[in-house]
């Protein structure tokens, strides 16, 4: 956290302008029959949760350069986390990842209530093997053909529940890696048979109000078959499973050109639409800053998620999930939060009213010109003015960089060796 002086300097040298702005575009939306006061304030309620491991330097296959004042373990994680709501007040939550960021319960309760923060859906791991762990996940894990493995995955997931209801988490996410790299390693039917029993086990752990989200990867770490490979088997383990389980859609976990905002729409249809990774991506899952590489494909996602804000009941969880290699992850997890928040203030200025006249009428160039209407509108002085009032800084990077936040934390933290490959 950095001295809220900071923000407040930092904030009176650009107030004046920020004024003029928004009121030019409240001035512009009034003419297209839209208050902006009522678009402000549903952004000021958006918010988006950070990846506890997202604030440390990422890596490839290859190499990791880790920058200065990395984090040392989660209570250092919660601090930088702290640091990024306050500055945008966007990011009122933290997803952590089990075993990375194991504490007891009271510890990283009282650390997240200090730096202003709640826990999001927590992390599984059972793609990597841990010092102290019997059985190795080298082919697979819930999915494993050893039964004894398959129940250390399931216990370690039971374990995630258990210690993410006594901090206030009220979902459990799982992304497993189990899959194979030649054809005939293994018999796809029984595998996924294998999966889908091993995943009953954890889910028939779930507290009433808690829910399963089960994540889908087309490639990686597996490379010729991976078990959950795309939203069709996710959406199948989540009708298996039950009520409570639902699909989580990562924008980067898909084949190259497919249609995410297809697959957004029909999970919300049939109520296994459950939550997001956010990030973006050129080539497959290469998890770069959210709204870096194509953020109209950002804006058409969450035109589907306004389409379906008037079910009451539909409320997915949200969450960034990068590598940051070559930026400070501070800077990018908050340009990135604001980008979420971009994307959902310009799919709510959306004329849906003509649209759907639109498309009734099957007037495709005038139906699509309509949703290009509200991505192309700069709604820069909404997110800024929303994120003012709620205390946050007009410029969230320069204050951070006025704060001097990173050399001081790299004075206090050890510089970390950059040997080894390793997304994380």
């Known amino acids: 956290m950095i001295n809220s002086d900071v923000i407040t300097k930092s904030n009176e040298a650009a107030k004046a302008n920020l004024d003029a702005d928004y009121d030019a575009l409240g001035e512009h939306l009034d003419r297209r029959g839209i208050d902006i006061a009522q678009i402000k304030t549903k952004v000021a309620k958006y918010g988006v949760a950070v990846p506890s491991w997202g604030v440390g330097t990422g890596g490839t296959r290859f190499a990791r350069f880790p920058g200065a004042g990395e ?3 989660i209570f250092d994680k919660l601090s930088d986390c702290g640091l990024i709501q306050q500055l945008t007040r966007a990011t009122p939550s933290v997803s952590l990842h089990i075993p990375w960021d194991a504490q007891p319960a009271a510890d990283l309760n009282s650390k997240a209530q200090e730096v202003g923060l709640t826990f999001d859906a927590i992390n599984s791991n059972t793609f990597q093997d841990q010092p102290d762990q019997e059985h190795s996940y080298k082919f697979g894990s819930l999915a494993h053909t050893d039964a004894a493995t398959r129940q250390q995955a399931v216990d370690h997931n039971i374990a995630c529940i258990e210690l993410g209801a006594q901090i206030g988490s009220k979902a459990l996410t799982i992304w ?9 390693q293994t018999n796809f039917t029984k595998q996924f048979e294998r999966y889908l029993d091993a995943a009953k086990q954890v889910y028939g752990a779930l507290p009433d109000d808690w829910t399963l989200l ?12 991976t078990v959950v490979q795309d939203w069709g088997t996710n959406l199948l383990i989540a009708q298996q499973m039950g009520d409570k389980a639902k699909c989580l859609v ?19 249809q049939f109520g296994k639409l459950g939550g997001f990774h956010f990030n973006d991506s050129k080539y497959g899952d290469d998890d770069l800053d959210t709204g870096s590489i194509d953020p109209y494909r950002l804006f058409l996602v969450f035109n589907e998620l306004v389409e379906a804000e008037t079910d009451t009941d539909f409320n997915p ?22 980008e979420v928040q971009r994307a959902y203030a310009q799919a709510l200025l959306v004329d849906r ?17 309509t949703l290009k209407h509200g991505f192309r509108t700069d709604v820069e002085p909404i997110l800024v003015m929303a994120r003012l009032e709620n205390g946050g800084a007009i410029d969230p990077v320069s204050a951070y960089r006025a704060s001097g936040y990173r050399s001081s934390v790299a004075a206090e933290r050890p510089a970390v060796s950059g040997a080894g490959g390793g997304i994380v």
Not at 214 to 225: C, D, I, L, Q, R
Not at 261 to 267: D, G, N, S
Not at 317 to 338: F, K, R, Y
Not at 355 to 367: E, P, S, T, W, Y
Request: hydrophobic letters at 40%; charged letters at 15%.
């Open 250 to 268: 990562d924008l980067g976990h898909h084949a190259p050109n497919v249609n995410i905002e297809m697959i957004v729409a029909r999970l919300k």
């Open 176 to 184: 497993v890696g189990d899959g194979s790299n030649f054809p005939g």
């Open 353 to 369: 009213a003509s649209l759907v006249g639109f498309q009734n009428d099957n007037d495709a160039l005038i139906a699509t010109t």
């Open 71 to 73: 984090p040392r373990g």
């Open 317 to 338: 969880m949200h969450m960034l999930d990068q590598s940051h290699n070559v930026t400070d992850p501070i800077e990018s997890l908050m340009v990135s939060a604001t």
């Open 214 to 225: 089960t994540e889908h990867k087309m490639y990686e770490p597996a490379f010729y078959s």
